[in-house]
């Protein structure tokens, strides 16, 4: 359950929250995602925050951590959002893509996020 609120607090605090249901935490455990360092946690969120306001579809956006656990390797990720829709009520969606690797371990996230109103990104379901 730990590592289904670390993935929720990351996307909540990008300003996106998740209307989907997450991910069981037995798919979470020992994930690249919720290893990412409470300290680098901000510049991740800048970084989703960047690639779905500012990206091109095919753009990529890359981040490192810079806190290790346990003189662990960085974590990288390359966030792309690879298409931009409009749905009902002319709402924007981007289907974002993030390559997640952490020495020879590497992980694929797949999401579709749709601007609110107030401008914030959901996670959406559909």
């Known amino acids: 359950m730990n590592s289904t ?13 998740a209307t989907a249901a997450a991910a069981p935490p037995v798919m979470l455990n020992n994930a ?13 969120h800048e970084a989703v925050a960047q690639a779905l306001n500012s ?7 890359e ?9 662990s390797p960085p974590i990288t990720v390359q966030l792309t959002p690879t298409q931009t829709s409009k749905v009902k009520n002319d709402q924007t969606c981007r289907f974002l893509v993030g390559d997640f ?10 999401f579709w996020f749709c601007k609110q109103p107030d401008g914030t990104w959901k996670a959406s379901s559909n």
């Open 55 to 61: 990206s091109a579809d095919g753009q990529r956006t």
């Open 5 to 17: 609120r670390v993935l929720a607090s990351l996307l909540v605090a990008c300003g996106i929250s």
């Open 63 to 71: 981040w490192t951590s810079t806190h290790q656990r346990k003189k």
């Open 101 to 110: 690797a952490r020495a020879a371990t590497t992980e694929k996230w797949q």
């Open 32 to 44: 690249i995602i919720t290893q990412i360092p409470k300290a680098d946690r901000n510049s991740f």
